[in-house]
């Protein structure tokens, strides 16, 4: 019963390159949702996707980020020319119906990314 | 979303019962209450959710006043690895979709 996973688990670029988060869902999960987490900071939300398409970006910085969840495979988070502000530790989450009483949403172990 | 309020830390011994209340005077009748910790370095954990009813599972249990304005999650026996923040969110899960909105939690120190 694999839960939500995350690669890879540290990420280390240098200002200027692009930064891959990728996230697998639980078995039977639709829904994925990105947080980010500054360092000293609580979790905030950045994007939520279902399959193929973006439902909520609200909070998601304007420029250089992007997010996607194709209908095979893992979603991505990408950042591109990184800079040292986006060191943070950036976590997936995913749940089953994306409404409801029934839709927990369960976490992967994250992704810590630093910048250089 | 309604807002909730939390102390900022708690203590507690191994092997006592951990109570950790959160205040959400302006909940409204559609709104769950959810807890999920954050053991230091990873992702956050599910514990329990509820409506208006006490639940318990295997993790902790959950006691919603009747008013509906505030709520204590108790962990049993607590143990060592039970350190850790613990958030207490308010959502609203019958209106579409509901993300989460982490304040800053209790952080609970559970001591030998």
């Known amino acids: 019963n694999a839960g939500v996973m995350q690669n890879p688990r540290h990420l280390v670029r240098r200002r200027g390159q692009e930064a891959r988060l990728r996230c697998s869902p639980m078995?039977?999960?639709?829904?994925v949702y990105w947080y980010r987490q500054l360092p000293e900071e609580g979790l905030k939300f950045m994007v939520y996707?279902?399959?193929?398409?973006?439902?909520?970006e609200s909070g998601m910085p304007k420029e250089r980020f992007s997010a996607e969840f194709p209908k095979e495979g893992p979603s991505i988070l990408r950042i591109q020319q990184v800079v040292r502000g986006d060191s943070a530790a950036y976590f997936c989450a995913s749940s089953p119906l994306g409404t409801g009483e029934a839709d927990t949403q369960y976490f992967g172990p994250g992704t810590r990314l630093t910048v250089l | 979303d309604a807002k909730t309020t939390q102390p900022p830390s708690m203590d507690c011994a191994e092997g006592r019962a951990a109570n950790l209340p959160c205040n959400h005077s302006t909940i409204s009748g559609n709104e769950y209450v959810y807890w999920y910790r954050q053991i230091h370095s990873q992702g956050p954990q599910y514990i329990i959710h509820?409506?208006?009813n006490n639940e318990t599972n295997e993790m902790a249990s959950l006691i919603i006043t009747e008013d509906r304005k505030s709520s204590t999650l108790i962990l049993p026996h607590a143990t060592l690895r039970d350190t850790a923040v613990y958030y207490c969110?308010?959502?609203?899960?019958?209106?579409?979709?509901?993300?989460?909105?982490f304040g800053k939690g209790t952080m609970l120190l559970v001591s030998p």
């Open positions: 969110i308010v959502r609203d899960m019958n209106s579409g979709y509901s993300t989460l909105t």
């Open positions: 996707l279902q399959k193929e398409n973006i439902i909520d």
């Open positions: 078995k039977g999960h639709s829904h």
């Open positions: 509820g409506l208006k």
